[in-house]
């Protein structure tokens, strides 16, 4: 993906325009690694936390106790990505470093189910506050 997309992605994103059928895991990390990139995390955690649960009410959907936001899914992915956009040296977006980000491993959608299990990632309190995991620490 072109940074011009992600761009336009993360813009849609914002003003609860993108398409519902756009909003796929890879663009939860787009959006997430924009935020990680473009301000202080404190700041980022809390655009990607509030983005999310706006922008699901924004197509429809509904953040309950059995779908849409989950906060401990936020606050895993998001620490790995600013985790790894520290440790890979980046500081702005590009084409290419977009490009590099979009191959990592933890993109895949099984990546999470290293560190939990289903039953607590899909409990009520993993939904709803951070929980941490109960296979392995990263």
């Known amino acids: 993906?072109?940074?011009e997309k992600a761009a336009r992605l993360v813009e849609q994103f914002e003003k609860g325009i993108l398409p519902k059928e756009q909003?796929?895991?890879t663009a939860h990390f787009i959006m997430a690694a924009w935020y990680c990139v473009?301000?202080?995390l404190p700041q980022a955690v809390e655009k990607i936390r509030e983005g999310i649960k706006q922008y699901n009410v924004?197509?429809?959907g509904k953040n309950t106790e059995s779908s849409g936001y989950h906060e401990t899914i936020t606050l895993f992915y998001t620490v790995t990505i600013a985790h790894y956009l520290v440790t890979a040296g980046v500081r702005v977006l590009t084409d290419e470093s977009l490009a590099v980000f979009l191959q990592q491993?933890?993109?895949e959608k099984e990546h999470i189910h290293q560190f939990y299990s289903k039953e607590l990632l899909m409990s009520?309190?993993?939904r709803r506050s951070w929980v941490a995991p109960d296979k392995r620490q990263g």
Do not use: R, Y
């Open 1 to 3: 993906m072109q940074l």
């Open 23 to 25: 909003w796929t895991h």
């Open 38 to 40: 473009g301000v202080p």
């Open 58 to 60: 924004s197509v429809g």
């Open 105 to 107: 491993p933890f993109l």
């Open 124 to 126: 009520v309190q993993a």
